[in-house]
């Protein structure tokens, strides 16, 4: 068990990062690239400002590193990168909203694999509430689910963001397994094989036509949504349990929806203001082991006192 101080600082952590994390996508729209180069220089400039910070403050000195924990983090970096380029691919096939919904399915997986693979248990409160702030998901995304079409590609973009989630929650898990190990250094390793991986089919020639604006783009993704937001979350993974990084998580989408309505003027909908405090309540009631419902157990008590 981690104390309590851990626990507060893993929280502050897991929180700053999806809301830093909420902001992507914007950057991501406003680069207009294709998603695999979007996510190839996300790579790169990730890989160069954590290589940087981690120089600086002398992580590449007794990094802890085995060969066991330096393949698992380099097959957590596959997972990584295969979870953007198909997150990013989902949304070109299928309508935004539908894979927002899909992709938020995580921290089902989350509970599920944690008691599978990590031994962990889950109340039914737990569940339930994960259960609620799914459902808060939904509606913030409601209004524009009259764009669903069950089309073939609509099929292939719900696969792929089912995909994204699976391999985002397997990411998380991997994580877990490396304790001991500074998050800055996990990160730049997962980073540096996406660079590795996407290089060739990155459309670097393209690069003499970018424009200011869209290196400005790029390079904030790689210093704050990939080097600062990942070494926050991974630190906080390794203080959290798997129910409550599940919870957490819905910060994101909660975000996301801000900023449409800051940068682009769309305003939540009643509809949408309910589902994101189902969402943060959600996280309060984890945190705090709230009930799901209150059981009356002095009423129990006394039912199994009374003379038969």
């Known amino acids: 068990m981690h104390n309590p101080a851990e626990k507060s600082r893993g929280l502050l952590e897991m929180i700053v990062a999806m809301i830093v ?6 950057f991501v729209l406003e680069s207009h690239l294709a998603a695999h180069d979007v996510v190839f220089f996300r790579c790169v400039f990730g890989a160069f400002f954590l290589v940087f910070f981690c120089f600086a403050r002398g992580f590449f000195r007794n990094t802890g590193l085995t060969r066991k924990s330096l393949l698992l983090a380099v097959l957590s970096g596959v997972f990584l990168v295969t979870n953007w380029v198909m997150l990013f691919a989902s949304f070109d096939v299928a309508s935004i909203s539908t894979s927002t919904v899909i992709y938020h399915t995580q921290p089902l997986f989350f509970v599920l694999m944690g008691v599978i693979f990590l031994g962990e248990t889950i109340t039914r409160d737990k569940v339930a509430w994960i259960l609620i ?7 913030i995304v ?8 069950f089309t073939a590609s609509h099929i292939q ?9 699976i391999f985002y929650v397997i990411v ?6 490396l304790k001991g190990i500074k998050p800055h250094l996990i990160a730049f390793i997962q980073v540096s094989v996406g660079a590795v991986m996407l290089a060739p089919l990155a459309d670097v020639g393209a690069m003499p036509e970018f424009s200011g604006g869209q290196w400005s783009d790029l390079i904030i993704l790689g210093a704050f949504h990939t080097c600062l937001s990942y070494i926050l979350m991974y630190s906080a993974f390794q203080k959290l349990s798997t129910p409550l990084i599940a919870v957490l998580s819905y910060i994101y989408p909660v975000v996301a929806i801000l900023v449409d309505y800051f940068a682009y ?24 082991n709230l009930p799901f419902l209150v059981r009356a157990k002095s009423a129990v008590s006394t039912a199994s006192s009374r003379p038969e």
Not at 21 to 26: A, E, I, L, W
């Open 157 to 165: 973009g719900v696969a792929l963001a089912i995909g994204a989630a």
């Open 133 to 139: 702030a799914f459902i808060g998901v939904v509606l």
């Open 172 to 177: 998380s898990i991997i994580v877990k397994r």
């Open 21 to 26: 994390m909420g902001t992507v996508g914007y």
């Open 265 to 288: 003027g769309k305003a939540m909908s009643p509809v949408q203001i309910v589902g994101g405090l189902m969402i943060l309540f959600t996280g309060y009631a984890v945190n705090q």
């Open 142 to 149: 409601a209004p524009d689910m009259e764009e669903v079409s």
